[in-house]
């Protein structure tokens, strides 16, 4: 493979990329500058550097100073949660389950000012070690660390709602269920109904008697 | 205009329907046997013979004899209500205000068991005189007709989760608030939250902050 | 089966119609006046009095009197072949077969002046009576009847750049060029290219293949 | 602007990509491995060295060594041409006027065996100054310089059948023309028909008389 071709590659790795459009993304860097280039290299092979997972809900942050400002060399001490988890305004009392950092983003949106745990995606079915595609160990020691200082009052399961996001949602709770009883916290799923924008005529039985359910 | 262009610019005010499907169907019928047209326009004809459109719910109904059967000839006489505003087993204290004949159908699937309403539509933005397009009057001839015997213990507004749906659901409550003051009935509203088959990471912030809202 | 039901399993049988889309039809009817339904039902009814398939091309047309105009009424008698047919001013020496009705009106607007034979779809591969499809007979008859009268110069397989269109065509050919010998009329098919606002980066290489050889 | 929100703001910059595409993509960057991510950053810095854009058709291509392998090291000194303009067993007499490199794949697969030239787009409707735009200067210093050793025999106008790419034509024939009469080499356009897979019926009428025009 010539340089062109193993880049073509490289791209058509990137999530939803197909060949043609990864030769696109080829051309379009052969017409851009050697110095737009080489900025957008750095960037990639700095992103380690200045980015960090945080340790406690393990969303991908840009590491900041200990002054709060984004880090400028990746020597400088940098603080050792991300930027929500780190920030004493968030209500330590609830604890969002979603399963990707885009989830967030999202979520934040909504005015949701409690803190978060990212899983990192659903659960296949019939799976039998759920360990190997999600972070379930991660979240019952996560869980179990804020039961001692008896911090949590509610965990908010916020998964798809497709089969993969219930079957998910089921599991978790298997595992969960026993230790909200000991440590006196609740779980919670987020409530099903119409969604913005949609109509009963097009809206499935389930979602109307969810809906129904919900209605207030 | 022939009888071929004639059939086809009937078809053409279809609902959704184009001049090139338009062309189409009249093709399915050339080639379709004399008596399967001569069916499909028996059938057409006397719709409005064999079918009503309930006066208490207004949904466009099947008449029936007395004894239950569909009407075979249109001379006898049929049951004055459509079968589930005159089925006894239907819970009189719910009234459930759709949209559309077609809400319905969907609505029965998830197992509702009180009475309808169909209202005909939503009521554009601006429009000065909701009257003209959805049945108001109607709607409130029958609450209060309701109020007297108070079998209402409940109205829900099942309008679409968009910007007509929530207009008109405000209209209505206007209008519908100072009679459940008073004859001590509840107006209710379809929770929304997460239809089947969404992810969080697609949902707008209305929609989470809905579905943070109904968590349980 | 009530009315609105067997109305509605009426339309699902029309090219394209899904069950939501024949409820939504019904709902029209239903909602429509009894005189337009009445006039629906009557044009359908009486399509097969005043229209007729062409016993020359198989093209359905609307039936005219003799002086020309559309028929009033079934009785009258009408001109034996359809207008294509039976104008005097068409090049009779151009034989243009194509696939559907539909076809005629849209080659009829690039300007084409000679006449159609309808041959009622393509074959299916492998498929082992072909006559059974499409007018394979009714083509051959109507080539050698040309053929008698010496006028037919040039027979045009208009069929879809498709793998059955690619076979139909083999097989017609296949059948009509010993008749094509004797009788020495021409057999060709339409030009491949680029069709109007395609790009040749999205082409497939037979259709560059095909470009290149007519280039001009 | 933190480094994961100047990744993705870089990555909407790729052609076709929009914000939450291009979030994808650093999510998965920052979940790729160290190495993986420097291989990316070195290929994508390195493209300028081991890529050249070919001075005689404009094409990008991956620089050869003398002997005819991909460049291993940036100092050794590559083939002047592209390996299509400096392959002695192309067709020097046929010239292939392409919009993009993208094209050149694509009309190789079709079994071209002559040379090409990239125009680099097409030109902007109403637009004054075409140079701006595609290589039209480029173009004819091309031509007549293949008119000095009378190779040319024929240039191939391959635009987008598109408005655009027939105004693009129009002017580039309106060029070329004198070129073509003084130095004897023909100018072609790509022949129009049905396009592999399309059918009479939804052919527009220019694509159908063009392949009426071009049927063999």
Redesign the interface.
Known sequence: M??????TF?FER???IGP??A????????GSS?SS????????????S??A?CSQCFR???KREQKGD??KSPGVKALPFCDICSDPNRDKSLLFV??????I???E????KGLYFVLGGTIPLAEEYPEKFVRTRELTARVEYDAVSQTLKEL?L?????TE?DHTRLILQEKLIPMSEKSAFKI?????????????????????????????
């Open positions: 010539n340089p062109i071709e193993k880049l490289q990137f999530p939803g043609r459009q030769r696109r993304f080829v051309q379009y860097l052969l050697p280039r080489n900025d957008l290299a750095e960037q990639i092979k700095s992103l380690g200045f980015t997972q991908w942050y840009a984004t880090l979603v399963e990707k950092d885009a989830d983003e999202n979520v949106r909504s005015g949701f908010i916020g998964l798809s709602a497709t996001g919670s799923s987020l409530g099903r109904g119409l969604s913005t924008g949609s109509e009963l005529e097009y809206a499935d039985p389930d979602t109307i008697s969810e809906a129904l359910g919900n209605r207030h």
